[in-house]
């Protein structure tokens, strides 16, 4: 059981990671260009060096709704982690994680609809460039949403034994 926790821990301190670096870091969208190669992310438009992401009115709400979404999936799975750390040491044997495991849910829901509307609005659109391509930070959320799905679960599943 303690190699079980410890894995789960683990993973859950990775897909942390991982949220933090796609959300930071610009490269949701890449696409070649005149001048090289050309990325976006949620924040910035970079190049050689990086300046405000171009944006229309029409996708500016939705773009806003993509960082609040990764901003609120970063906060809950910080706080999944802190809960856990908490109930491992003073739940009685035998009791589930269900706190953890809901906080880790809504987590996974945030993920979801934020690479959901980014992949409607945003997927192939990188300003003067041309064939445009998802970055590692996309896929980075996608694969941090489906580790916050399976950790949700082991959390509502788990007994402390």
């Not at 809901?102 to 990188?126: D, E, K, N, P, Q």
Request: positive net charge; contains cysteine; charged residues 10%.
């Amino acid at each position: 059981m303690l190699v079980l926790l410890a894995g789960i821990f683990v993973v859950h301190i990775a897909t942390v990671i991982m949220l933090f670096v796609s959300t930071i870091a610009n490269v949701w969208m890449v696409g070649s260009s005149n001048f090289g190669t050309l990325s976006t992310g949620l924040w910035l438009l970079c190049n050689k060096t990086c300046t405000q992401l171009p944006v229309s009115s029409r996708d500016e709400a939705s773009l806003k709704a993509v960082q609040a979404f990764m901003i609120l999936s970063i906060i809950f799975s910080v706080v999944a982690l802190i809960l856990f750390i908490i109930q491992l040491f003073t739940l009685e044997k035998g009791k589930r994680f269900y706190m953890t495991g809901a906080v880790m849910l809504v987590c996974w829901m945030c993920i979801l609809i934020a690479v959901s509307i980014y992949t409607a609005r945003f997927t192939g659109t990188v300003p003067y460039s041309t064939n445009p391509h998802h970055g590692y930070c996309f896929i980075l959320a996608w694969i941090c949403f489906c580790f916050s799905f399976i950790i949700g679960i082991l959390y509502l599943v788990l007994r402390k034994k």
